[in-house]
């Protein structure tokens, strides 16, 4: 492992768990302006969505793109070059003259997000091993929630002073800082350890990846999971607004109570961790989260506290399974880590757009929608975990 030169431990850690948190940012905090802003562009809720539903597949393709990247190149200047190209996207992004200017500059702050995200995760395989490993990954997806918990909650305030504009003026600054703090990186893969074929060839590491079934299909098993709560996360503010009648600012208050929840994740996880078999904790996961989707669908729709509570236990098991996820999956590579990560973090954030989009179609009644695709999705991933067998 490399020393770094200018961050601590405790400052590399700080670091990576502030590059996890760009995703939720970048979504979260302009979701209490999303009404406000389809009434500024004269536009429907779908065009509207489509600003999350881009970001997040772009997002998705580009992690791929990143991952072999910085396999090839070293970790700091993928990094610095994601950095640059989110804050400048940005601030296009607050600039905007209309819904479609908007979504081109999603387009490539997703791309800058990719970078970042792909780098992130590379740079825990890096710098940690065994249980220190298992021990980081709980607390960068602990601390992480913060992010989701605090954004709609700035975002709301923020409407309070200023338009939707604001958000975005924000989310430039801490692009800004990420290129700061990426310049002070000292780079963790020894150009020894680097891959050295073509640029085109480096993406055959990808190939070579998708062709180990177990490790595909179990990825595909978690990435499943995280499809309900992208569709909450487009719905939720047309729910809590529209359905029922909650201003920008109080919807912010119930999407951040939603998020809190999420930081007994991890707790949860380091303690099932020691008690229970892997294949009892995925057991535990999947009975959670169909619990959770009934509730939403039969008393979800009673009020704005009903629709919170039905849905919590599936955000708190989702906070279980992410860095459950994650390790299960580092542990099954030996090499290329960036490669790998991007494919870990590719793959449930195709799903995750995939909700997305299913979230906002016009169902009429967006509650029933979520109940409906929480159900399937549990399903779903239910029957490959019964097909892999152990994971």
Known sequence: MVRQKHLSHSAMITFITFMNMFIPLSTDMYL????????????????????????FFVFAVSIVLFGPLSDKYGRKPVLIFGSVIY?????SCAFSPDIYFLIVGRFFQALGSGAVITVSTALIKDSFRGKILTKILAITQALGVIAPMAAPLVG???LRFTSWHG???????LGAINLFLACLLTETLPKEKRYEGKILQSLSLLVELGKKTHFMLILIMFAILSAPYMAYLSASSFVYVEYFSLTAQEYSYFFAVNSAASIAGPMIYLRLKTSVSDQTLMKLTFLTAFTSGLLVLVPGHLNEFAFLFSFLPFTVIGAVVRPFAME?????????????SSMINFVPTL????GMMLGTLPWGDFILGLGLIMLVATALSFSIFKFVGKI
């Open 32 to 55: 209490p302006a999303l009404p406000e802003m389809g009434k500024y562009f004269s536009t429907n809720e779908f065009l509207v969505g489509l600003t999350l539903t881009v970001f």
């Open 87 to 91: 804050t400048v996207a940005s601030l």
């Open 167 to 173: 958000a975005f003026y924000a989310l430039a600054f």
């Open 328 to 340: 299960v999956l580092l542990n099954k590579v030996k090499e290329n880590a960036g490669t790998a």
């Open 351 to 354: 799903f995750g757009s995939f």
């Open 156 to 158: 709301g305030f923020l």
